[in-house]
T-cell receptor, first 113, second 111 residues
């Protein structure tokens, strides 16, 4: 099976702009979760989508949003970018049950100038 | 108290030795436990999952879970330089589907 894919792999934006990141899960997986990784805060959960519905949300401001399409592909959007949003954004794919293993994509490295 | 705590390291072991990585968690409702390996500049890679008390072995890796003491560990036998990476402990609490991560332990295996 093909793994999780994320596009783009690298992004450079300036403060105030918005950005959209894309994730395609493993074939047959219906759950997509997004995480942010920074040197200071480590890996933090953003939100999880299952069957086009957000099931779970982490403690991030409303500037962070996402959606999932009928083919399970997911996008996350960050509006009004701040310098502190510079991070590695990771998407994780799983079948969708609570105890399921989650498999990460290669990530999108976002730099905000 | 952090929800998931790991020794930040760095931990150095000689090639061929056993590397022991430890993790404690605060929520007794935690049900699922995972170890991920992350090489510098790469994304986390799942290496072990464990759900029940006791040991689970997979090749050179053994995960150990003790729910009463709220700790989970990872043993790497016959450590190789290619095992040099940051090892992340992650927990799923209750019915939530989100992974809560520790800060990671950086392991260096010396040739």
């Amino acid at each position: 099976k093909a793994g999780v894919t994320q596009t783009p792999r690298y992004l450079i934006k300036t403060r105030g702009q918005q950005v959209t990141l894309s994730c395609s899960p493993i074939s047959g997986h219906r759950s997509v979760s997004w995480y942010q990784q920074t040197p200071g805060q480590g890996l933090q959960f953003l939100f999880e989508y299952f069957s086009e519905t957000q099931r779970n949300k982490g403690n991030f401001p409303g500037r962070f949003s996402g959606r999932q399409f009928s083919n399970s592909r997911s996008e996350m959007n960050v509006s009004t970018l701040e310098l502190g949003d510079s991070a590695l954004y990771l998407c994780a794919s799983s079948p969708g049950l609570a105890r399921d293993e989650q498999f990460f994509g290669p990530g999108t490295r976002l730099t905000v100038l | 108290q952090k929800e998931v705590e790991q020794n930040s390291g760095p931990l150095s072991v000689p090639e061929g030795a056993i590397a022991s990585l430890n993790c404690t968690y605060s929520d007794r409702g935690s049900q699922s436990f995972f170890w991920y390996r992350q090489y510098s500049g790469k994304s986390p890679e799942l290496i072990m999952s464990i759900y029940s008390n006791g040991d689970k072995e997979d090749g050179r890796f053994t995960a150990q879970l003790n729910k009463a003491s709220q700790y989970v560990s990872l043993l790497i036998r016959d450590s190789q330089p290619s095992d040099s990476a940051t090892y992340l402990c992650a927990v799923i609490r209750g019915s939530a589907r989100q992974l809560t991560f520790g800060s990671g332990t950086q392991l260096t295996v010396l040739p």
